[in-house]
Structures are given as structure tokens and as C-alpha cells.
């Protein structure tokens, strides 16, 4: 009689320490459950309830990290410190049965709209719509005091995630948010430290991953991942590409900081 190994039922330890009790991971699902300002609902509480326990890991759906990032009615925040506590909730509710709780954090940028954001015009890196949705809004092109908060905004995020007693945070850089806008060559049309040249387009994805290290490193009295999610493509022309030098160019910029994230993931072509 042969014996068949399940891999994926198998432990997985991290390389800051922390350990995975199989490798079954649940990606980021938004439910649109959230209060009208970002609080958690019991609805959320029981979704995450009926599904943690079996999974290795399960990352939350998105949460905004500035009200400014909000990108649909419904989503969660994790903007200011009274959502700790709905966060320390969720936080608890995952980790049934040694699941491993993960935030995934995030600003929509452009791909959000004037009635979500209560009147207030959308922001991103240069004052261009999205392809699609076809009625997309232009947005306003983010002055530099504001690039600056939004970096501090993504490290104090990082901050309340380890506060409400999760155990990473995943950094939404996929689905033409605004961490993919500042990268997409289509989008960031800037001409300052933020844009241009391929390496300038990475250097907003870089100061927010600093501030998260930094937050990790000031607050984490416990192994705490950080992951990044990429999309490897775009609709937009001209636009991030698979082929192109753009992806070999994240790794080789990003090499110098690979030890940084515990893992990546890769969202299909928006
Ligand atoms: C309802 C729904 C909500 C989603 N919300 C998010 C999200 O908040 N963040 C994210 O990165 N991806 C989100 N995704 C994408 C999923 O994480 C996943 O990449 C996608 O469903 C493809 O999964 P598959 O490759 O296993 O088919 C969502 C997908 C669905 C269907």
C-alpha cells in the first residue's frame, strides 16, 4: 500500500519564526459588511467566525488606511485608533484553533468616486481616470505634504494591526490601487521624486514599506509578517506588463529588502 503525503496539510514557519499550523491561506475576499465608517458588524464577525479554524492564515478584506483611500461603501477601516477594538474583535475571532489573523491594508486612490468619499474629489499620484469603469473620475493629483501622510498613514495602520493583536499586514500594491498607481507608468505622470523613471514610480511603494518595517520594529513584541500584493499586469496602455523590464526591475530593487517580506502575493490583470 502506497501513502500519500499532503503537503499543504503540513506546518510552515516563516523566517521571522512565526509558524503556520498547515498551508492553506483564504485571500483577501471583501465583503462590503463593514459600518458605514469602517467599524466592524457582527456580519463580519460571523463571516470570519464560519470560516477561520481550518485555514493556515486567513487575510482580512481590505481595510482603508486614510478615509481619503476609501474605495467602496461597506469597507473596512483602519484609519484612526477607535477601530482597534472592532479590530481586536476580528483579530480574535480569526485566530480559533491557531488560525493566523492578516490585515490587508490599503488606499484606493483614483479607483474610488466623490459620493464614496462624501464629496471630497479622489485622489492619486497625477490628475488621470482610470480606462475603466468608462465614468471613472478624474482625480487630484496628491501634493508632496500629502504623499508624505499618507506614508505615516500606512505605518500607523501597521501599528493598529499589531495593536488589535494581529499577526501581519499585507500591503495592497495590486488591483490598480494607489500603491499600483504610483507604479503604473499610465497613472503616474509626475515629474518630482515620485514619478518618471521606473525606479522613481517604485519610490512610494518603497517609503511605505519602510514605514511599516519601522512600525514593526517599534511596536511588535512578536514575530509580525509583512506581505506585498502585486498586480503583474494592467489594462492600460501604455501600462505595467508582465514582460516589460518593470516586474525584474521590483526584484532587483527590491532584493535589498526581500528578507523584509515573509511572502508575496500576485492578483490577475485590472
Ligand atoms: C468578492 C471578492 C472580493 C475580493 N476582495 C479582495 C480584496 O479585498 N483584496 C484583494 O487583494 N483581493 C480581493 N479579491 C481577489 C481575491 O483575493 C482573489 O485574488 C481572486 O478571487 C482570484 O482568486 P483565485 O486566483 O483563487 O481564483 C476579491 C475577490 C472576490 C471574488
Known amino acids: 500500500m502506497t501513502m500519500t503525503t499532503n503537503q499543504f496539510l503540513s506546518?510552515?514557519?516563516?523566517?521571522?519564526?512565526?509558524?503556520?499550523?498547515?498551508?492553506?491561506v483564504m485571500s483577501p475576499m471583501t465583503t462590503m459588511t463593514s459600518f458605514y465608517n469602517g467599524m466592524v458588524t457582527s456580519d463580519e464577525l460571523n463571516y470570519y467566525a464560519a470560516r477561520a479554524a481550518?485555514?493556515?492564515?486567513?487575510?482580512?478584506a481590505v481595510a482603508n488606511v486614510a478615509d481619503s483611500g476609501k474605495g467602496f461603501e461597506g469597507e473596512l477601516s483602519v484609519a484612526s485608533d477607535d477601530m482597534i477594538p472592532g479590530l481586536t474583535k476580528l483579530a480574535r475571532t480569526?485566530?480559533?484553533n491557531g488560525t493566523k489573523a492578516i490585515m490587508q491594508i490599503f488606499h484606493a486612490g483614483r479607483k474610488s468616486n466623490h459620493h464614496i468619499l462624501r464629496g471630497d474629489q479622489p485622489v492619486s499620484a497625477s490628475a488621470v481616470a482610470a480606462v475603466y469603469p468608462p465614468d471613472s473620475?478624474?482625480?487630484r493629483?496628491?501634493?508632496e505634504d500629502e504623499i508624505q501622510q499618507l506614508i505615516v498613514d500606512f505605518g500607523e495602520a501597521t501599528r493598529r494591526a499589531i495593536a488589535a493583536g494581529f499577526d501581519g499586514v499585507e500591503l495592497h500594491g495590486a488591483n490598480t490601487y494607489l500603491l499600483q498607481q504610483f507604479f503604473s507608468p499610465n497613472s503616474n505622470q509626475r515629474t518630482d521624486?515620485?514619478?518618471g523613471?521606473?525606479?522613481?514610480?517604485?519610490?512610494?511603494?518603497?517609503?511605505?514599506?519602510?514605514?511599516?518595517?519601522?512600525?514593526?520594529?517599534?511596536?511588535?513584541?512578536?514575530?509580525?509578517?509583512?506581505?506585498?500584493?502585486?498586480?503583474?499586469?494592467?489594462?492600460?496602455n501604455p501600462g505595467i506588463r508582465l514582460k516589460i523590464p518593470c516586474i525584474s526591475s521590483i526584484r532587483s530593487r527590491t532584493r535589498s529588502i526581500t528578507c523584509t517580506f515573509q511572502w508575496g502575493t500576485i492578483s490577475g490583470r485590472r
Open 11 to 24: 506546518s510552515f514557519q516563516f523566517n521571522n519564526g512565526l509558524t503556520l499550523k498547515n498551508r492553506v
Open 94 to 96: 480569526l485566530h480559533q
Open 193 to 195: 521624486n515620485w514619478g
Open 141 to 143: 493629483a496628491l501634493t
Open 54 to 60: 481550518g485555514p493556515g492564515m486567513v487575510i482580512t
Open 197 to 236: 523613471s521606473r525606479e522613481k514610480r517604485m519610490n512610494f511603494a518603497l517609503a511605505v514599506i519602510d514605514a511599516a518595517k519601522s512600525a514593526i520594529k517599534k511596536y511588535a513584541d512578536r514575530p509580525f509578517l509583512l506581505g506585498y500584493r502585486i498586480s503583474p499586469e494592467e489594462i492600460e
Open 137 to 139: 473620475e478624474t482625480p
